[in-house]
């Protein structure tokens, strides 16, 4: 399972990780999550996308860890740049642009 994380770890652009996590109560959940960095020997620190927020996994309470590409989970977005509105109608703000993603 190590290995398989530190993949995710080492190449974060293009793998994530999906897993099955048993939380403190007995909760079974599925997690799709981006991991960051070991915390000691027995969790990870990673971005679960689920929660969309970090999150400290314990390595005990992880099963059926699998590697998996990014894409299949992300939706790639182009960003643009659109004129900010002025707050003002008869203001204008000139080159000021907002990228959207």
Do not use: H, W
Request: aromatic letters at 6%; glycine letters at 4%.
């Amino acid at each position: 399972m190590k290995s398989i994380l530190r993949r995710a770890m080492q190449d974060s652009d293009n793998y994530v990780i999906e897993m099955e996590y048993c939380d403190a109560s007995g909760k079974r959940t599925r997690r799709v999550v981006s991991p960051i960095r070991f915390v000691g020997a027995e969790r990870f620190l990673g971005l679960c996308l689920c929660r969309e927020a970090p999150r400290q996994f314990q390595l005990s309470r992880c099963e059926n860890v699998r590697l998996i590409p990014s894409t299949e989970v992300l939706m790639p977005m182009p960003l643009y740049a659109e004129p900010i509105a002025s707050a003002n109608a008869g203001t204008s703000l000139g080159q000021a642009e907002l990228c959207l993603a």
